[in-house]
C-alpha cells in the first residue's frame, strides 16, 4: 500500500530543473507532497484531488494522474533552499489513512 | 512553528521500559496522526485519531497504544522497548477527518533506546 518513488535521489546544480515521480498499486483519491529539512519535520507544500489535477505556486508544481495512480512533482529552476527530502503521501479511496513513500532525497548544489 | 507541540523533544530510555509521548494539536484541529521515522526510513504511519475515537491504523506494534483525549490531546505509549524502537515520532494534526487535508508536523520526539 505504500507508494513508491523514484529517484530515490538527486544531486543538481542551481538553477535545473527535477521530477519526483510517485506511483501506487492501489486507486488513490488523493495525493500529498512535503518536503522535509534535515532534522526538521515535514512541511506540507500541495495536495491534489482525483480528477486529474495539476497545481502549482512558484515554481514547484504537480500533477496527478488518476489512471496511472501517479503524482509527478516537478522543481523548475531549482533554488538551493529547495534542497531536503521529498515526500508523496496517498489516500486510497475508501480508507482514512495518508502513507507517505520512501522519499527522495535532492540535493541543490551552487 | 506549525501550531503542534511534542514533547519530550528527546528521550533516552533502556530496552524493556516504557514511555510515553505526548501531543497537543493546533487549536482547532480534530485529528491526530503519529508517523515513525526511523534513521534515512520514510514516514511509517501508525495510527489516527479523530475527536477521541480511533479513525485508522497502520503497521503499529501490539506493544505500542495510543489514545486522544477530550482536550483532543494524544498520547503514543510505546512499552517493552527495543533497540529497533529507536526513532524520530512525528505528530501531525489536521481540522478534518478526512485524508484531504493538510498535515501539519509537530517537530518530533527523538526516542533513543539503549
Given at each position: 500500500?505504500?507508494?513508491?518513488?523514484?529517484?530515490?535521489?538527486?544531486?543538481?546544480?542551481?538553477g535545473?530543473?527535477?521530477?519526483i515521480?510517485?506511483?501506487?498499486?492501489?486507486?488513490?483519491?488523493?495525493?500529498?507532497?512535503?518536503?522535509?529539512?534535515?532534522?526538521?519535520?515535514?512541511?506540507?507544500?500541495?495536495?491534489?484531488?482525483?480528477?486529474?489535477?495539476?497545481?502549482?505556486?512558484?515554481?514547484?508544481?504537480?500533477?496527478?494522474?488518476?489512471?496511472?495512480?501517479?503524482?509527478?512533482?516537478?522543481?523548475?529552476?531549482?533554488?538551493?533552499?529547495?534542497?531536503?527530502?521529498?515526500?508523496?503521501?496517498?489516500?486510497?479511496?475508501?480508507?482514512?489513512?495518508?502513507?507517505?513513500?520512501?522519499?527522495?532525497?535532492?540535493?541543490?548544489?551552487? | 512553528?506549525?501550531?503542534?507541540?511534542?514533547?519530550?523533544?528527546?528521550?533516552?530510555?533502556?530496552?524493556?521500559?516504557?514511555?510515553?509521548l505526548?501531543?497537543?494539536?493546533?487549536?482547532?484541529?480534530?485529528?491526530?496522526?503519529?508517523?515513525?521515522?526511523?534513521?534515512d526510513?520514510?514516514?511509517?504511519?501508525?495510527?489516527?485519531?479523530?475527536n477521541?475515537?480511533?479513525?485508522?491504523?497502520?503497521?503499529?506494534?501490539?506493544?505500542?497504544?495510543?489514545?486522544?483525549?477530550?482536550?483532543?490531546?494524544?498520547?503514543?505509549?510505546?512499552?517493552?522497548?527495543?533497540?529497533?524502537?529507536?526513532?524520530?515520532?512525528?505528530?501531525?494534526?489536521?481540522?478534518?477527518?478526512?485524508?484531504?487535508?493538510?498535515?501539519?508536523?509537530?517537530?518530533?520526539?527523538?526516542?533513543?533506546?539503549?
Amino acid at each position: 500500500q505504500q507508494p513508491v518513488q523514484s529517484p530515490q535521489a538527486v544531486i543538481l546544480r542551481e538553477g535545473e530543473d527535477a521530477v519526483i515521480n510517485c506511483s501506487s498499486s492501489k486507486a488513490l483519491y488523493s495525493v500529498h507532497w512535503y518536503r522535509q529539512k534535515h532534522g526538521e519535520a515535514p512541511v506540507f507544500l500541495m495536495i491534489l484531488l482525483k480528477g486529474g489535477e495539476q497545481k502549482g505556486h512558484d515554481k514547484i508544481s504537480a500533477s496527478f494522474n488518476e489512471k496511472k495512480q501517479q503524482s509527478s512533482l516537478y522543481l523548475t529552476a531549482s533554488q538551493l533552499s529547495y534542497s531536503g527530502t521529498y515526500f508523496c503521501g496517498t489516500a486510497i479511496q475508501g480508507a482514512q489513512k495518508l502513507v507517505f513513500g520512501q522519499g527522495t532525497r535532492l540535493t541543490i548544489n551552487p | 512553528d506549525s501550531g503542534v507541540t511534542q514533547t519530550p523533544k528527546h528521550l533516552i530510555t533502556a530496552t524493556g521500559q516504557r514511555v510515553t509521548l505526548r501531543c497537543s494539536p493546533r487549536s482547532g484541529d480534530l485529528s491526530v496522526y503519529w508517523y515513525q521515522q526511523s534513521l534515512d526510513q520514510g514516514l511509517q504511519f501508525l495510527i489516527q485519531y479523530y475527536n477521541g475515537e480511533e479513525r485508522a491504523k497502520g503497521n503499529i506494534l501490539e506493544r505500542f497504544s495510543a489514545q486522544q483525549f477530550p482536550d483532543l490531546h494524544s498520547e503514543l505509549n510505546l512499552s517493552s522497548l527495543e533497540l529497533g524502537d529507536s526513532a524520530l515520532y512525528f505528530c501531525a494534526s489536521s481540522i478534518n477527518r478526512g485524508p484531504n487535508e493538510k498535515l501539519f508536523f509537530g517537530s518530533g520526539t527523538q526516542l533513543s533506546v539503549l
